[in-house]
T-cell receptor, first 110, second 115 residues
Framework: DQQVKQNSPSLSVQEGRISILNCDYTNSMFDYFLWYKKYPAEGPTFLIS?????DKNEDGRFTVFLNKSAKHLSLHIVPSQPGDSAVYFC?????????FGAGTRLTVKP | GAGVSQSPSNKVTEKGKDVELRCDPISGHTALYWYRQRLGQGLEFLIYFQGNSAPDKSGLPSDRFSAERTGESVSTLTIQRTQQEDSAVYLC?????????????FGEGSRLTVL
């Protein structure tokens, strides 16, 4: 039962361009959403989050957008840098539960 | 320590043997989670501990899997009679309070290989 879905397993972009990673969720009880970044052989690390009372949260080059009616969120990275190459996990929490998507592998080409 | 610590970092075992994986959460974190990531797959929720409440075991894939937590400290994930499909990286995470109040802090994982 995948409550959080990242339908793109991989994404490749050119350095300097925008990276857009997408995530969909099914459980309307989720009210807090997070993005994590994972490098090989390391645990995921927190990147950015958004509460359901907002539709946008920005932190430097990273912006997360939330569309509650569509149960959809996205992470925008602009400009993308080679060091951003990693696997990005979307997570949704609520009601004492946190679930993760399958991840999207982002490759930023120099 | 400053972060979530997991041991062993790597474990190779034979099919049918039991394994124990350990997690030391960040001091003061009341919530502790176990996830696993099989090759090419995403993070799969296994079990969640919150303080002294009964754990949420809804993600455990079979009765061969069990986990314990001593108070608000160390947790052990036990896999009995391991199978090859149990091969994965097992990730532990902790957080202050309940989900939705902050992010999870992950350990580096324990890579289990079942031959």
């Amino acid at each position: 039962d995948q409550q959080v879905k990242q339908n793109s397993p991989s994404l490749s972009v050119q350095e300097g361009r925008i990276s857009i990673l997408n995530c969909d969720y099914t459980n309307s009880m989720f009210d807090y959403f997070l993005w994590y970044k994972k490098y090989p052989a390391e645990g995921p690390t927190f990147l950015i989050s958004i509460s359901s009372i907002k539709d946008k949260n920005e932190d430097g080059r990273f912006t997360v957008f939330l569309n509650k009616s569509a149960k959809h969120l996205s992470l925008h990275i602009v400009p993308s840098q080679p060091g951003d190459s990693a696997v990005y996990f979307c997570a949704a929490s609520g009601n004492n539960d946190m679930r993760f998507g399958a991840g999207t592998r982002l490759t930023v080409k120099p | 320590g400053a972060g979530v610590s997991q041991s062993p970092s790597n474990k190779v075992t034979e099919k049918g043997k039991d394994v124990e994986l350990r997690c030391d959460p960040i001091s003061g974190h009341t919530a502790l989670y176990w996830y696993r990531q099989r090759l090419g797959q995403g993070l799969e929720f296994l079990i969640y501990f919150q303080g002294n409440s009964a754990p949420d075991k809804s993600g455990l894939p079979s009765d061969r899997f069990s986990a314990e937590r001593t108070g608000e400290s160390v947790s052990t994930l036990t896999i009995q009679r391991t199978q090859q499909e149990d091969s994965a990286v097992y990730l532990c995470a902790s957080s202050l309070g309940t989900p939705g109040t902050g992010e999870l802090f992950f350990g580096e994982g324990s890579r289990l290989t079942v031959l």
